[in-house]
């Protein structure tokens, strides 16, 4: 057997697209090994999104190039958002790299191994640049990699990612995924029915829908227009199928519909990801996105009027170009008024390819950004902590999804392990348990929480399944 080292760096649809391209490899041959030492081919699935991500790829093909001396016949490889960004870059700075394949181009991964393997040498694949032709030309060089799989090839045989679209057209000045990813295109809803059918009939409970702006989704087919809420309707008759959840979502296209599809809909999950970036509107302009502060405080009214319990996540950028300590503070404004579940909290990286490289000086200095992003993050975390007391005591209902990362480094195999799973809004929730409940969907008693974490106990009694509420 072939032996195959895979590394993902990034959001998840990298992660689905590493899924794929193992599923298409495990087809032809190829085992799954644990390092790049035991690798016959070793692929990074790449991310361009911070140079911190792109950094560490680096660094990693850098420590390859004495293993590549030493055993000429292994093949590497460039996955993903870096290598359609970089392109021949990546052989510049690392010659002894073998495979370079945009996101567009992963469908072709497995005879390009075997072109590699052949001795017709390295190997460039990419799509076009969103300048380099009309809309529908460039589109057409961005194909989704879509196949359906089987469930062991599938982190957790319970839970798997489905993309519904691809590319994004929002253009924002500090994003390069309008270019890596390139313009944004939805699948047919046949061809997600006919996935997410499959998937239940493996035994797959909860079902993540991706997209970069998840609920932007549009589909013409037969005359009519398909939107996010009434895929969501389609998908929901799917027997089998417990759980619905979608992301990421851009705030200008949550829609009154979609809301209330989340609320009328019981398998969907009321979780939503909706990035704000910033709470300073001169700050939104500059990054181009499309709404003001007051726009998304009032689509969190809508939301907290539609569905009180759900659970809002949100994004933010610090330290992008121009910000102010008075453009920082309206952050945290937003941020403590709004009582996120959580936030993801980044610091600006300026990237090549973006609006704003070039365009926008990146004047905030580093250690500036690092005290605003610690600050940013400690309010957050205090947030998220005060909002999980008061599930302390309460039942909440949990998908197992396998052992904790505390059992998983003890390589925990006995009856009773802790496991850990997630609730209906995506919180976190670990417990003792045995093997044979990874996959069900348990009550369990919370009997302690912190910022991140809810721990807790099964309930024993059988109890009706009426009881369990999805707003937790």
Same mark, same amino acid.
């Given at each position: ?40 081919? $070793? ?10 991500? /792109? ?29 359609? #960004?970089?392109?021949?870059? $990546? ?17 072709? +991964? ?29 589109? /057409? ?37 309008? #270019? ?58 799917? /027997? ?11 705030? #200008? ?20 990801? +909706? ?41 933010? $950028? ?91 480094? #003890? ?62």
């Amino acid at each position: 057997m072939k032996k195959l080292y895979i590394e993902t760096v990034g959001c998840q649809m990298n992660m689905l697209d590493s899924e794929l391209v193992v599923a298409a490899l495990r087809r032809d041959g190829y085992e799954l090994v644990r390092t790049p030492r035991e690798a016959d081919t $070793i692929l990074y699935n790449t991310c361009s999104v911070r140079q911190h991500a /792109e950094d560490k790829i680096y660094s990693a093909l850098g420590r390859l190039k004495h293993a590549k001396t030493h055993h000429p016949h292994k093949i590497i490889g460039v996955l993903g958002c870096m290598a359609q #960004k970089d392109q021949k870059l $990546i052989f510049d700075r690392a010659p002894y790299v073998d495979l370079v394949v945009g996101p567009g181009q992963l469908h072709q +991964v497995p005879d390009l191994l075997k072109s590699v393997a052949a001795k017709r040498g390295p190997r460039l694949e990419v799509s076009l640049d969103r300048t380099a032709g009309s809309r529908e030309r460039v589109a /057409e060089s961005f194909e989704s990699y879509d196949p359906l799989r089987t469930p062991e090839m599938r982190p957790s045989p319970y839970q798997a990612y489905v993309r519904i679209m691809i590319g994004c057209d929002k253009f924002c000045t500090y994003c390069v995924v309008p #270019k890596v990813r390139g313009p944004e295109q939805s699948r047919p809803p046949a061809h997600i029915l006919a996935e997410v059918r499959q998937l239940a009939s493996e035994g797959c409970r909860e079902v993540t829908l991706l997209g970069q702006t998840v609920n932007s989704y549009r589909y013409e087919q037969d005359g009519r227009s398909w939107r996010l809420a009434d895929l969501l309707e389609a998908l929901h008759e799917i /027997e089998g199928i417990d759980r619905l959840k979608f992301v990421t979502n851009f705030p #200008k296209d949550m829609t009154d519909d979609l809301l209330q599809a989340v609320r009328d809909l019981p398998r969907c999950c009321p979780y939503l990801h +909706v990035p704000a970036q910033s709470g300073s509107d001169r700050m939104l302009r500059a990054m181009k996105r499309g709404y003001t502060v007051s726009d998304y405080r009032e689509m969190l009214g809508r939301i907290q009027e539609t569905l009180p319990r759900a659970a809002v996540t949100s994004d933010f $950028i610090v330290g992008f170009c121009g910000e102010t300590e008075a453009d920082f503070q309206a952050t945290v404004d937003l941020v403590r008024e709004s009582r996120f579940k959580n936030s993801f909290i980044f610091k600006y990286s300026e990237r090549p390819g973006t609006k704003a490289y070039g365009l926008l000086p990146d004047d905030v200095p580093e250690e500036v950004k690092r005290e605003r992003n610690n600050t940013l993050l400690a309010i957050q975390n205090a947030i998220s902590e005060e909002d999980n007391q008061p599930l302390i005591g309460q039942e909440v209902e949990v998908l197992v999804e396998g052992p904790s990362k505390k059992s998983a480094k #003890k390589s925990a195999g006995g009856p009773v392990m802790q496991l850990t799973g997630r609730t209906p809004c995506d919180r976190i929730v670990v417990f003792d348990g045995t093997p044979r409940q990874i996959g069900q969907i348990l009550p369990i008693t919370v009997y302690d929480a912190n910022a991140f974490t809810l721990f807790g106990s099964i309930v024993t009694q059988h109890v009706g399944p009426e009881v369990y509420s999805l707003g937790t």
